[in-house]
Nanobody
């Protein structure tokens, strides 16, 4: 059964950096739009960033533009999220998601049908 597995979360001070990774165990990773979402305690899951199905474009929520970068390595079935200049507002569980059905891209969680288990990111002030 295909699954996504995230890694790279942890505790970091404000202003620091973390790099999250997400590995897809399936064989058709390169055909998927990929996204990262996050959910802070007591809040709804929110869109962070996404790659289009053809990897031609990326999209970011305004609050992370210029600080976060999504990248993908189709040969390794991996998508990364480089997070720089982290703030305490970035504290959340971060989820990797894939749209296997195919969707060009989506900023809505409903656009994705395969999710990882999440990785905790905690930013201390």
């Amino acid at each position: 059964q295909e699954e996504l597995v995230e890694s790279g979360g942890g505790l970091v001070q404000a202003g620091g950096s973390l790099r999250l990774s997400c590995v897809d165990s399936g064989r058709t990773f390169s055909n998927y739009a990929m996204g990262w979402f996050r959910q802070a305690p007591g809040k709804e899951r929110e869109f962070v960033t996404a790659f289009t199905l053809d990897s031609a474009r990326t999209y970011y929520t305004d609050s992370v533009k210029g600080r976060f970068t999504i990248s993908r390595d189709n040969a390794k079935n991996t998508v990364h999220l480089q997070m720089n200049s982290l703030t305490p507002e970035g504290t959340a569980v971060y989820y990797c998601a894939a749209a296997t059905n195919p969707t060009y891209y989506s900023t809505e969680s409903g656009g994705y049908d395969l999710w990882g288990q999440g990785t905790q990111v905690t930013v201390s002030s």
